[in-house]
């Protein structure tokens, strides 16, 4: 088998999870189950998972769940599950990788994860999605025709996109973006622009008063601006997107805050705008690695020389426009994922394979340093218990990440497996109390409204 025809055939690995798994509190509060459901602070292998190899593996910077596939193509969520964003016909929480009766007979081959939602595709095309659909993130064409009073809009199952011969997904917070045939197509909230439609998709709704909405955007809509490129990559912050065509171009639009646009200016940008930073002497190859995270955006340079831009630290300036990486010189990039304050490399450097983590994890240990090791790294650091381990893919969430690894590689055999009940039964509902009793905080981000938000009061991160 020649390099490029094992770059092109699909992993065979070894899931690996590390981070928090009290699913219902992250991000909601501190008052975790610790005793039940600790911080992993060493990658580990899931008992439910064992024999089973996995193929694609995948999060998001705001989801607390996870979607991966094995070899068969045969689909699997966990986490978080609230509004139905695991697909298993309820909203009881998963504590392991559980299969989506949805999607039997589907070879699911990659997808992703918002904030309430998820999206896949399948090896022949389709896309399916779950989860809320509130803004017409599903894609699936048209809003629940009846709904009880107070009741949201939810597919506990999956739904058919109408997009078709999907051939990559970018997932944000609450929007999608496909890409078929070269061209993208977006539906969800329009709030910032990152549809790509050139409009925020705003108007008042009150006659005397100012009452800001946002229009819901349910059928995937073509993205006119690129409709004359042929994309090849793409890739979706919480309320931005990046995109690669086979020109060289690198296009972002979206939410221009702390400069993650890479456009020197924060300002929103409603379609899609080329990045002249990565122009000239600075050729972006079709099969760039690019992510988007919270707040920050990563695309790598013919070479193999990674550059990024927008708030990639908690503290210190921000990145205006993209900017080589140093930290990451030298090291050949096979994946890279972005969870909301924090990132994952898979990465060679020569003979030398590591498995690379930073960023600030609030505590939830998922940059998998290890006992006694660092909760948060300002810089790259190697993952010491994968350190020559072949790691395939990388994903990162809220509060936890993924490794997709070898599975025949000694030190992988020698990590620790995470046995736990399949199911949360014991979550609190939403919106109910913790376990002390505490009243629970609303997650990160959460609208007070559906759809509305006060001209003062759009949240901007």
């Not at 501190?30 to 064992?50: G, I, T």
Request: aromatic share 8%; glycine share 14%.
């Amino acid at each position: 088998m020649t390099e490029k025809e094992e770059a092109a055939t699909p992993p065979a690995g070894e899931l690996l999870v590390c981070g928090a798994t009290d699913y219902w509190a992250i991000g909601r509060t501190k008052d975790v189950r610790a005793d039940v459901y600790p911080n992993l602070q060493l990658p580990h292998k899931f008992k439910a998972m064992q024999g089973i190899r996995v193929s694609f593996i995948a999060a998001g910077s705001s989801a607390f769940h996870s979607v991966i596939a094995d070899t068969e193509g045969r689909c699997y969520t966990w986490g978080r599950n609230d509004k139905g964003q695991l697909g298993l016909g309820d909203t009881v929480t998963r504590n392991v990788p559980t299969l989506v009766p949805g999607l039997k007979g589907k070879k699911v081959v990659g997808g992703g994860c918002g904030r309430h939602h998820t999206v896949v595709f399948t090896d022949d095309g389709e896309s399916y999605s779950f989860g809320l659909n509130t803004y017409g993130q599903l894609g699936s064409g048209a809003p629940a025709k009846k709904l009880a009073k107070g009741a949201e809009d939810m597919h506990l199952a999956p739904v058919k996109v109408v997009v078709g011969k999907v051939s990559a997904v970018g997932v944000g917070a609450e929007f999608s973006v496909w890409l078929s045939e070269g061209k993208l197509y977006s539906a969800g909230l329009p709030q910032y622009g990152q549809l790509g439609h050139g409009t925020d998709g705003s108007y008042n709704a009150a006659d005397s008063s100012v009452k800001i909405v946002f229009q819901p955007q349910y059928t995937p809509k073509l993205i006119t601006a690129l409709a004359e490129k042929d994309v090849t990559r793409l890739a979706c912050g919480q309320n931005h997107s990046v995109a690669v065509a086979s020109d060289g171009g690198v296009w972002t639009w979206g939410f221009g805050g702390y400069g993650r646009l890479g456009h020197r200016v924060q300002q929103d940008e409603y379609k899609p705008r080329l990045v002249e930073t990565l122009t000239g002497r600075l050729v972006v190859p079709p099969d760039a690695i690019v992510a988007a995270g919270q707040t920050s955006s990563f695309c790598s340079i013919v070479g193999g020389q990674l550059f990024a831009w927008g708030k990639l630290k908690v503290s210190g300036d921000n990145l205006m426009y993209p900017t080589p990486y140093l930290e990451l010189a030298g090291w050949d990039i096979r994946s890279l994922a972005c969870g909301s304050t924090t990132f994952a490399v898979a990465a060679t450097y020569g003979a030398e394979k590591s498995t690379i983590t930073w960023g600030h994890s609030n505590g939830y240990c998922e940059l998998g340093y290890g006992p006694g090791g660092k909760k948060s790294s300002a810089n790259p650091d190697k993952c010491p218990s994968l350190e020559g381990v072949n790691t395939y893919q990388v994903a990162m969430g809220f509060g936890h990440s993924l490794f997709l690894v070898d599975p025949d590689h000694p030190k992988v055999g020698e990590l620790p497996v995470w046995d736990v009940a399949a199911e949360d039964a014991a979550a609190p509902a939403n919106g109910a109390t913790s376990k002390s009793g505490k009243a629970a905080a609303a997650p990160a981000g959460k609208r007070k409204a559906a759809g509305a938000a006060s001209a003062g009061a759009r949240k901007r991160k």
